[in-house]
Each structure stands twice: as C-alpha cells, then as structure tokens.
C-alpha cells in the first residue's frame, strides 16, 4: 500500500512537471530554453516527453496492476458487509465496538423502529423481535471502490496516449524514431506507424487544394509517419472578419475520402470533425506559398527599380553593386489589424497586407524584415 502511494506520489510530481515544461516541442527549443548543462540533463529522464517516457508508462502499468488485484479482493468484502446485518454478535463483542453506549429504555420496539427510520437508518430485526439492528452510512464504503477505479481508468488513459505499444516496439528494435528530412514516401518502414495505432496526437501541414493520408507524429528530436484510414483534402482556407475588420472565425473546408466515398466538412478551432474514431482539429494557419510581385528600390539608385516575383518559402537570388544576396520569403499575411489612437481613442483598423522577409548576405548573415 504504501509503495502504492509513492508511485501515485511519483506520477503526480510527473504531472506537474508536464504541465509547467510545455511538451513535444522541437528539441532545439529545450536547447535554448534550459542551457547546455540542463538541457543533457533534463532529456535523460524524458521531461520533454514525460508523458510519453517509458518509466512514466511502468509506472502507470504497475499502478493499473496493483490496483485492480486491490480492487478485486477487498470489493466483495467489501458489498459482502454493505448487506449484511450483524444481528448475530454476542453481548461481549458489542462492547468491544468503539461507539458501544448501553442504556435502558420504556419504549416499544414500533416506538424505536419509527425514530430510528426519521433518523435515516436501515433496520432489521430478528425473527424473535428481541434483537433490533440499525446501520446508515455503508454507502461511504463505496468510496474505496470509486476511488480505486478511478486510478484504474485514469492510468489506463494515460498508458494509451502515452502509446505504450509503440515504447515495447521500440525497445526491441521493431520501430526507431527518424530523425532525417525526408519526404513521406522516403521514411523507411521502420518509422511509420499503421492505421492500427491505439492512439495518437499527430500534425498533418495541408496547403489548399493538397491531399494526404499520413501525418506527422512528433517524438523527442525526431518524428515517425502516422498513416490514417482516409485521405484528407483542403479544399479552402478562409477567415470570417467583424465590421471592424478583426477576425470572427478561421474556417477549412475540407473533403475526406475513404473506400471511393467522399465528404464534405468545415472545421474550425472549436468545431473540430470526428471520423472512425479520430478528430480533427484546425490547430493553426500560415500562409501557404502566396505569390509575391514586388519593387524593390535602390536607396542610392531611386531611378533603377528591380522588380521581383516570389513565392512565400521561396528564396530569390540578385546581384546589385557587384555583391550578391538573397530574399527569404516566411509570411504574408492580408490584413493586418491593430489598436490604432484617433482623437484620444483607440480604434480597431485594418492596415492591410504585410510580408515578412530575411535579406541575407553573401557570408550568410541575415535581417528580418516586415513591410
């Protein structure tokens, strides 16, 4: 029992530390965040992924193990003595009991069983009507039960999305984690998980009018490929504004295809979309590739523009005055709202569209911009 309660003792410190350490965030991240000195130190016991790391996931086991053999033999007991009247003990044993009080009364037995009924208990009298038993609060007792199987179900969940099946796979070789930049098609077999997967939390980047039947599941400094049971299409991303010209909802429209059947759904950060089992969120949006038509003008050379076609995520090389650079395209965005003050009051405005840019020398340096 006692080692019962150091382990629940040890999940719990876990859970603490999983909720203030933000998890599954890329590894350089933990990187900058803790140091070199933490950083080692931190991922040898899986703080970046507690919830995923094999100790946590024994633990759990152990706890689902020792609370279901808990479970099942004290429970019968248990409801044994829920049910049973203890009109059968001696004189002796009653004054054993440490709430035995021994009085004398005139009433009758009607005249007691009456008050003892108001008073909530449950009475039972023996066949010869000289033996009167009365108990309440048995129900109490269920607590033990409850309490335990809700440690019961809770460890459950918690081995499931922690996936240990894939942590057993893993030890013994059948699956690794990669760690490579590769296309989908690229990731060896080793690093893919099947449709079969218990559970899992996996990121799937669609561009509109892009399609894919696998997703991206983050794990420590590498990734392995999620296949699903369909294939998901996006077919339009847009963004519903206010008069004011703030956004009112982030919208996707999107296709799902599965054994030559097609639907049709719109997501949205609270409108998500559950298919055999899994859901759908609209996590987060960024520009998908906007193509850019710029002017670029010399500040020493006003006469002389350069226009520039570009891409987001795309980058364009140039020479001018014989050195050589290079324009990183990251974001553009078409409205652009801020609190702007007129007149000694703040108004909500719309800006317009803005693009966020790197111009990088030829020795690699970089500014960011964003016009």
């Known amino acids: 029992m ?10 719990a410190i876990a859970s603490i530390i999983g909720t203030v350490v933000k998890q599954s965030e890329p590894y350089n991240n933990y990187l900058v965040q803790f140091g070199q000195f933490w950083f080692p130190i931190f991922e040898v016991f899986d703080v970046y992924n507690i919830y995923q790391a094999f100790w946590f996931l024994i633990i759990l086991l152990f706890l689902v193990v020792s ?5 099942s033999r004290n429970s019968p007991k248990i409801i044994k003595d829920i049910r049973r009247f203890q009109g059968s003990l001696s004189h002796s044993s009653f004054k054993k009991f440490k709430n035995y009080y021994e009085f004398s009364s005139d009433k009758s037995l009607n005249t007691l069983t009456e008050i003892l009924n108001k008073a909530g208990f449950r009475i039972k009298a023996s066949k010869d009507k000289d033996i009167l038993v ?6 109490q007792k269920l607590g033990y039960i409850f309490t335990h199987l809700a440690i019961i179900v809770i460890s459950i969940g918690g081995i499931l999305d922690g ?24 990731v060896p077999a080793e690093s893919q998980l099947d449709i079969d997967n218990f559970s899992y939390r996996a990121t799937l980047l669609l561009n509109e009018q892009e399609k894919n039947n696998k997703a991206l599941l ?29 956004p009112k909802a982030f919208l996707s429209d999107i296709k799902i295809r599965k054994d030559g059947q097609e639907f049709t759904e719109t997501i949205s950060v609270n409108k998500p979309f559950t298919m055999d089992g899994i859901t759908i969120y609209q996590s987060d949006f960024q520009d998908g590739g906007s193509r850019l038509d710029l002017t670029l003008m010399d500040l020493f050379n006003r006469y002389q523009p350069i226009n520039l076609s570009s891409e987001v995520y795309k980058q364009n090389s140039f020479n001018t005055n014989q050195q050589e650079y290079v324009f990183e395209f990251d974001d ?6 801020f609190q702007i003050e007129k007149d ?5 405005q719309n800006i317009g569209p803005s693009v966020v840019y790197k111009f990088r020398n030829a020795s690699g340096q970089a500014v960011e911009y964003q016009t």
Do not use: W
């Not at 609370?67 to 479970?71: E, W």
């Not at 240990?164 to 989908?184: A, D, P």
């Open 67 to 71: 609370t279901s053999l808990c479970v």
């Open 163 to 186: 996936n240990l099946y894939f942590k057993l796979q893993e030890s013994f070789g059948f699956k690794k984690i990669e760690s490579r930049n590769l296309k989908f098609s690229e």
């Open 134 to 139: 009365a108990k309440k609060g048995d129900l």
């Open 344 to 348: 000694g009051k703040l108004k909500t």
């Open 332 to 337: 553009f965005r078409e409205f652009n709202i």
């Open 2 to 11: 006692r080692f019962a309660i150091t382990m629940l003792s040890v999940v």
């Open 218 to 246: 983050r794990m420590k400094d590498g990734y392995l490929v999620q296949h699903l049971p369909f294939e998901i299409k996006l077919d339009k991303f847009h963004i519903e504004h206010y008069s004011t010209g703030q």
